[in-house]
């Protein structure tokens, strides 16, 4: 380690090393090579590659944002694009086609052969393409992939590279499908070590396939519209004026099967009356809806914003509740279950927080320095300059290993190790009062929280199942995709009720409007009043749940707060197609249906003005 340790950090060695490996067609020969086991494991400069990719591990992991991205050292950016896409298309030949595409990973228990593979940890996945590749290979693909992988989190933190730099198109997907459904052993490896050179889309259905894998094991109906009265639901009443408690004293007491079962939600209102309503997964929505805006809005205290910022973490203040820490249990599963049963939940998490429910705090690439940014970039910036400052740090600055924070009011007084109070910060401890400093932001100052929100999640969702996302990719599963509403995918799964068909004037002009008349913003703000959420699911509105509905509204109904049995059955009914023209009230929705409920205009322009008026005002039935 001592001589690793030399040559790393050698002026200009690791530079001078990539020139020349990536001079004369040297790149070339590695990447056509790498088809094959035996001309790989025989390439002059194989060693050569190796020694480098392990120097340059050690070096990059400790490069900050500032060096790397704006004094582009000890690369440019240009150059980290051209090694990074050189490493991955040599990582996934010798995994891919050195690989064994016949041994089979053998199901376990009533698991299919696709969940039993997906489970696999990556140190077996790394040890089962091991076995078949000579021990020089083999220490080049450990030494590649690990540099790799950093370049790679790097990315996903902050971009170097295009967002497509890092599929590989010469993968056949059909191939690769069918092998991971058949567990066999190259598939799953690929999966493992290097999810990202496959598109994120073709995951995210293998997410859902694992999904629906695992509800036939546990005999649960795919979704609402599947739903036999016979198969055992759970039955939950719930006070509107005590949301939090009565879910919570139910649900929490749910075991694995329970919670990932079908639950039906019956809400009670405040005059003590069970409130009419038909729950197909709609007004499990709503209950999730209702749960997710008091748990996350930062006044509770449950949760907190970053600086600067609407992205939300566990609060350091949390223990306000006397029960804080079996909240984040229960708020975690509630989350993951929103993901398991596809129901889209807006709620932005802060980078750093992703990170730690996906279980990568503990990789050798992990740097809560790195991450700090995404809390508090102010902070930040002053750990930059302590690091590079040229004077006398001990005498300039008075530091000492302890850090103050607020406590409802409170200044207390942590030390970030033992007796830190009275070790001064100086020239030669700094980075490691800097790193210190990050890790109790990040980390040890909501150790607790963290572990008891992730301990819910993982009740629901098993770990390994999301290992194939970035910390970004796993914002998108959560909270839907980042692309503009495809209009026509809508229309091709939307139901029409009450009257409504995709042939009716109305209709006709909604889509006209939407399709043509709203910009972006504003297609966003449609979606997000009728289902609460402005982003469109990760694989279409075939997945949206429960799907999206309109349904035409007479002018009688202009008293209508909701979506009664009766008014919802008489919609399914068609009973009011004759609805009389209206130019007075307002568009509404109910989203915990995903339904929008429209009148029957009389021109498009008044259709358009309405429409734009409501979704502006961010608000739903209550505008009738």
Known sequence: MEILSHLCFHPGLLPSLWHYLSCASTLDMFSKASHDEASIASHPLLAVLSLFCDCCTHVMAIVDDLEMYEEQRPFTLDQLILMSGFLNKLCFNLVWHAGSAAKTVPATGTQSSMASAVTVSAAAAKAGVSQVLSTDTSTLLSAAHSLLML??????????AAPDHWIVDSL?????????????????????????????????????????????????????????????AVYISVRRSALLEDGFSQ??????????????????????????????????????????????????????????GDKVYPSPNSYVHDNHLNLFDFVGRLLAKAVYEGIVIEVPFASFFLTQLLGRTHSFAYSSFDELSSLDPELYRHLSQLKRYDGDVEEDFCLTFAIDTDSMGTVVTHDLKPGGSLIPVTDINRISYIHLVADFKLRAQIRKQSS???????????PNWLVMFSPPELQRLISGDNRPLDVADLK?????????????????????????????????????????????????????????????????????????????????????????????????????????????????????????????????????
């Open 492 to 624: 091709k799964y939307v139901l029409y009720l009450g009257g409504f068909n995709s042939a009716h004037s109305v209709i006709r002009w909604l889509w006209d409007v939407v399709e043509k008349d709203f910009d972006a913003e504003e297609k966003g703000l449609f979606l997000k009043f009728v289902t609460s959420c402005s982003k469109p699911p990760v694989l279409g509105f075939a997945h949206l749940q429960p799907p999206f509905s309109i349904r035409l509204v007479d002018v009688s109904d202009d008293e209508d707060t909701g979506d009664s049995v009766v008014s919802v059955f008489r919609s399914m009914l068609g009973v009011g197609a004759r609805a009389r023209q209206s130019r007075d009230r307002l568009p509404t929705a109910s989203t915990c249906f995903n339904m929008l409920k429209l009148p029957n205009y009389s021109k498009k322009a008044i259709l358009r003005d309405k429409l734009r008026y409501s979704i502006r005002a961010n608000a739903g039935f209550e505008l009738s």
């Open 151 to 160: 370049l790679h989190d790097r990315d996903c933190r902050k971009a170097f």
């Open 172 to 232: 056949p997907l059909s191939s690769f499908k069918h092998e991971l459904q058949r567990g066999q052993q190259r598939a799953t490896t690929l999966l493992r070590m290097m999810p990202h050179v496959i598109p994120y889309l073709e995951r995210a259905a293998i997410f859902r396939d694992l999904v629906a894998v695992d509800k036939h094991r546990l005999d649960i109906p795919l979704s609402s519209a599947s739903y036999d009265p016979h198969h055992q």
């Open 452 to 462: 008891a929100f992730c301990t819910g999640f993982r009740t629901v969702i098993h």
């Open 251 to 308: 649900l929490s007491k749910l075991s694995m099967e329970q919670l990932k079962g079908v639950i039906r939600i019956k809400f009670v209102n405040e005059q003590g009356l069970d409130e009419a309503g038909i729950d197909q997964d709609g007004v499990f929505k709503e209950f999730l809806e209702e749960i997710v805006k008091l748990v996350f809005d930062p006044n509770f205290a449950l949760f907190k914003s970053v600086e600067g």
